[in-house]
């Protein structure tokens, strides 16, 4: 009840004094004409800021403006992740780690990270990070309901102290009590970016500073599926369900320092540049799992979850990583030719416990940690003439580590509707650090490996056009490494859980075929996207489900003289049954198994989306078939995907 009274405390105050102001030409049609950057009355010689000078800049230099329309797209980012997750599974709780339905998204780096990548869907990535230039201060307020008490912010400001100088502040936070017992998420990410660049663009600076920190309580799933799948009303209220932990919890934080800037040689621009680069991204990260009691209770007997442990209680497992990266290159531009970059890195790494292990022999069986210094030399080349865009990189180590990375991208821009995009990767890549070493209290949790590089070889295409999205991706991999449940039958029986690394001998063959299309009849819509994916593998290790669909039938209009816009619509979403990963806190990864299917359920949503002026609010009825439908639907083994709720939230833009 609160959120539709809050509802009407912001919608119709708004759309009742709403009133027609005469807006010159000149100024931004936010595709209304009661819409304007400028909110407040300006002289009649004022000059009035356009979109185009509302900018977002990636590392690589694309270029968007900011968009305050509504549209369906928009609304799909209306999420934890402020992005459209198709293809990710969330589960039940917001703030939680996400199960990949479409293997394609993954990112691979040649460069061994800290790991724990389930925890990492929400961490923000130096690449991920975007830069700003703004005509006058922009601010953009975001807010989303969670699930129960707590809520989902994520404010930004950003200005322009002069034409060359822009700063932004931004900040994300979360706070979710879930469903279900010891389900907390408590998240907060801090962004502070600068660009600079001197007027004869001589000098070009992009630097950021993150602190990101991502709390999760763990409670390792329910230990009774029958008990949720079998309808009895007793288990509505999910507090009910036991969970195989209720004390645990696991944390991650990272502080990065980045700056990525370039120096013309020559005073003046002309056909023929040569420059001087220079990357630096210093960055440590810790991983924390705390479990206060050792053993569970389950069915008033006794359970050690993930074995047998060093201590009695008390379980504090840390991880600590620190990263120093730079890259120092020489370009060379020609307005015809294009820009050739010589580059020579320096990677160094140091992952690393408090403790040592020995053996029985008193010699150290697990060292305490992985330290990491590799140098690479390479090449790129940035092309753009007409039509065309591309960018090619090839790098490879000179130190003991084997290590390469080609990448090459390609653009064919047909007009402003119709683009074609190529991709090619052949990566050769380090494990992540997890993967050749862990330290837990946790006896069967401990590790030292040394694992072969993983291969990855992947050619991609995209289309997009006003018919049709389309993109196919075909990837081999091979060395692939993984996690898995290595318990044996009497922990089985004992319902323990051990996981460890481990590394696939042959090769993996993947297909994705993606399309995308929407039909439009008068202020009806409906809005496809499928994606087929097929795994060649000898065994069951790359688990993904074979069709992934999501269908919007929608109707939108203006109102109250075009004042107010509205979409509302049901969202449906189904994938295939198929060998989900599961999901294991104390590495924060998920591994194989093949004793449990999911998928093969409905899920839908039904919503209502609505613009005033530069403002957005969504109301949503999540999964509202849950409420009437046989419980059956899971985020991954022993973890029940998101049941019925009403959630709302509202996107807020000023431009001053």
Known sequence: MRIFFFLYLLVVPAVLFSQEKNTPKSNLDMNTKYSSITDT????????????????????????????????????????????????????????????????????????????????????????????????????????????????????????????????????????EGDYINQLASTGNFRFT????????????????????????????ITTPEDFESGNKDFNNRQRLQVYLTDAKSFLKGRRLFFDHAFRINPKEGNNNLYVTHQFNYENKFYEYNQA?????????????????????????????????????????????????????????????????????????????????????????????????????????????????????????????????????????????????????????????????????????????????????????????????????AEIAAQTQIVNPAQYGNAINYLSLKASREFKFGPFALDNTLLYQKVDQSDLILNVPDFVTRNTFYYSSYFFKKALYIQTGITFNYFTEYYGNSYNPVVGEFFVQDDKKIGNYANFDFFVNARIRQTRFYLKAEHFNAAFAQNNYYSAPDNPYRDFTIRFGLVWNFFQ
Do not use: C
């Open 293 to 489: 009691t050792v053993t569970s209770t389950v069915d008033n007997q006794s359970v050690n979850r993930f074995g047998n442990s060093y201590v009695t209680n008390g379980i504090n497992d840390q991880t600590h990583f620190e990263k120093l990266y730079n890259k120092a290159g020489l370009a060379y531009g020609n307005s015809l030719l294009g820009k050739f970059n010589f580059f020579i890195d320096d990677y160094r790494s140091n992952y690393e416990y408090n403790r040592v292990i020995l053996d029985a022999n008193g010699l150290v069986a697990i060292p305490n940690n992985l330290y990491r210094q590799i140098n690479n030399v390479g090449g790129q080349y940035e092309y753009q003439k007409n039509k065309w865009n591309g960018r090619f990189l090839y790098s490879r180590s000179i130190t003991n580590q084997s290590l390469s990375d080609l990448d090459a991208k390609l653009r064919y821009t047909l007009n402003d509707k119709i683009k074609f995009d190529f991709r090619y990767q052949n990566i050769n890549k380090l494990p992540n650090n997890n993967y050749n070493l862990y330290q837990s209290s946790f006896i069967k949790y401990n590790w030292s490996n040394n694992f072969k590089n993983e291969k990855i070889n992947s050619i991609s295409a995209n289309v997009f056009t006003p018919w049709l999205n389309a993109e196919v991706q075909y990837s081999v991999l091979k060395d692939h490494l993984y996690f898995e449940d290595v318990s044996n039958p």
């Open 41 to 176: 009355l300006k002289k009649k010689k004022a000059k009035i800021a356009t979109i185009d000078q509302y900018q977002t800049i990636t590392l690589e230099h694309d270029t968007t403006y900011a968009d305050t329309s509504l549209t369906l797209k928009s609304a799909y980012k209306q999420n934890y992740l402020r992005k459209d997750n198709f293809g990710l599974l969330p589960f039940s709780n917001i703030g939680q780690t996400y199960n990949t339905l479409q293997y394609s998204l993954t990112d691979f780096s040649p460069y061994p990270e800290l790991g724990f990548k389930g925890k990492h869907f929400n961490f923000l990535e130096a690449n991920q990070i975007p830069y700003y230039s703004a005509a006058t201060p922009f601010t953009e307020l975001f807010f989303n309901t969670t699930i129960n008490k707590g809520q989902n912010v994520d404010s930004f400001i950003t200005l322009n102290t002069s034409k060359n100088l822009n700063f932004s502040m931004a900040y994300r936070g979360l706070r979710s």
């Open 194 to 221: 600068t660009s600079y660049f001197t007027t004869d663009m001589r000098y070009v600076l992009k630097a950021h500073y993150t602190y990101q920190d991502i709390l999760n309580e763990e409670n390792g799933g």
